[in-house]
């Protein structure tokens, strides 16, 4: 099974920081990646798909990047409701495997 | 109002059954494929289990694969999930969810774009 490696598991910013989150596969996956937002006790929230599709509805400050198997959610100014967990999904073929999540706190 | 409502879940012993449903409404169900998605108390998500919108395409998790069989009533605009052999390491919040994009088998849905509230199942003696 192809394997999605989530880096960093937490970090620590301020507000209006740049924020880089990557996630990894161990094989080719095209472009078949999500990104998710889950807030505290919330349910998951679509962000991205197509590893750079913006959800309608979700702020332009939030992009997603892909180069071969590295992909790369970026949030360009943090605001104090980006406080969240933030998950990869690949969906190129099952399992529909997600990273392990990166949480971001504010500092 | 595009929603998903999950039930069924509980407490119960390690080794019986349990099945969960999801009633599903403002939108074309049979369009989609639906997912069960689960969440362990302060973990991170894990995919279950998947279906095409025609139940041609079915997709499992190895660490359910033989336990859980996922179904759908298109009629009745629900999704269900029959969980047997369930282990202490099942319990968490189960979750149904939509594929984003329309027609499409198990894979390649463009992610999940609507979540139910979830249910939670607890397996504990």
């Known amino acids: 099974d192809i394997q999605m490696t989530q880096s960093p598991s937490s970090l620590s910013a301020s507000v209006g920081d740049r924020v880089t989150i990557t996630c990894r596969a161990s094989?080719?996956?095209?472009?078949?990646l999500a990104w998710y937002q889950q807030r505290p006790g919330k349910v998951p929230k679509l962000l991205i798909h197509g590893a750079s599709t913006l959800q309608s509805g979700v702020p332009s400050r939030f992009s997603g990047s892909a180069s071969g198997t590295e992909f790369t959610l970026t949030i360009s100014s943090l605001q104090p409701e980006d406080v969240a967990t933030y998950y990869c999904q690949k969906y190129h073929s099952a399992p529909l495997t997600f990273g392990g999540g990166t949480k971001v706190e504010l500092k | 109002e595009v929603q998903l409502v999950e039930s069924g879940g509980g407490l119960v012993q390690p080794g019986r059954s349990l099945r969960l449903s999801c009633a599903a409404s403002g939108f074309m169900f049979d369009d989609y494929a639906m997912h069960w998605v689960r969440q362990a108390p302060g973990k991170g998500l894990e995919w279950v289990s998947g279906?095409?919108?025609?139940?041609?395409?079915?997709g499992y998790a190895d660490s359910v694969k033989g336990r859980f069989t996922i179904s759908r009533d298109n009629a009745k605009t629900s999704l269900y999930l029959q969980m047997n052999s369930l282990r202490a390491e099942d319990t968490g919040l189960y979750y149904c969810?939509?594929?984003?994009?329309?027609?499409?088998?198990?894979?390649?849905?463009?992610?999940?774009?609507?979540w139910g509230q979830g249910t939670m199942v607890i397996v504990s003696s």
């Open positions: 279906t095409s919108w025609n139940r041609a395409a079915i």
């Open positions: 094989q080719d996956i095209r472009n078949f």
């Open positions: 969810a939509k594929a984003a994009l329309r027609g499409v088998v198990v894979a390649g849905g463009g992610g999940f774009d609507i």
